[in-house]
């Protein structure tokens, strides 16, 4: 267990429905990062919150995909319309301010069907 | 995107044996690397890192060595136990964005 806590674990939904996930990280680490996953692949990055500010995000992330972090502390991200191609790892990972040691949680594991 | 690949997708090791992973990464810029590993079912693990400035690391059983002149990170990991098997990724820092390779699973015969 590293600290970063990641609720659900595992999120199964129907193609067009809205979905919201959350992330705890460890409490004094002022970074969060999303990830997504894919089957036999390295994690993917997705966007980046400072703080409360969201400094940076992928290309990946399209405008059915938004992700908050409105007090500095957990975050969440949601995908609006899902569809078969959000079926994924989504992962979340924190650290420290000037370190890059990433602490990543056990993730959720979306199915979209 | 940056492109960081793993030269071998799975690698068998004898338990005691050592293991060699391998990487490579396409951005003379990244100036910072971390290897991770992977059990099923959980997130990524950090297991060592290296700045750019460095060639060799060595942590508890793992070593890491970064050739700058022609993009190559290793991992290796002495006298491999059965509790190393899992997947095993390399991921380069670009800015402020990590970049993932696709990973080797190691699994170790016992």
């Known amino acids: 267990d590293t600290g970063v806590s990641q609720d659900p674990r595992h999120k199964i939904t129907k193609r067009g429905q809205n979905v919201t996930f959350r992330c705890d990280p460890i409490?004094?680490?002022?970074?969060l990062y999303w990830y997504r996953q894919t089957l036999g692949q390295g994690p993917e990055f997705l966007t980046y919150?400072?703080?409360?500010?969201?400094?940076?995000k992928s290309r990946l992330l399209s405008d059915r995909f938004s992700a908050e972090r409105p007090k500095g502390s957990f975050s969440t991200l949601e995908i609006q319309r899902t569809e078969q191609g959000d079926s994924a790892m989504y992962l979340c990972?924190?650290?420290?301010?000037?370190?890059?040691?990433?602490?990543f949680g056990p993730g959720t594991r979306l199915t979209v069907t | 995107g940056e492109s960081v690949g793993l030269h071998l997708p799975t690698l068998s090791v004898q338990e005691g044996d050592n293991s060699i992973i391998n990487c490579a990464y396409s951005n003379s810029a990244s100036d910072y690397f971390i290897w991770y590993k992977q059990e099923s079912g959980k997130g990524p693990q950090f297991i060592i890192d290296?700045?750019?400035?460095?060639d060799k690391r060595q942590g508890q059983r793992v070593t890491v060595l970064l050739n700058k002149t022609v993009k190559h990170l290793s991992l290796q990991i002495a006298a491999t136990q059965p509790g190393d098997s899992a997947v095993y990724f390399c991921?380069?820092?670009?800015?402020?964005?990590?970049?993932f390779g696709t990973g080797t699973s190691l699994t170790v015969i016992p």
């Open positions: 990972a924190s650290t420290r301010a000037a370190s890059y040691e990433q602490y």
């Open positions: 919150f400072q703080n409360e500010a969201q400094l940076e």
């Open positions: 991921a380069e820092l670009l800015r402020i964005q990590f970049y």
């Open positions: 409490s004094e680490h002022n970074r």
């Open positions: 290296i700045r750019s400035n460095m």
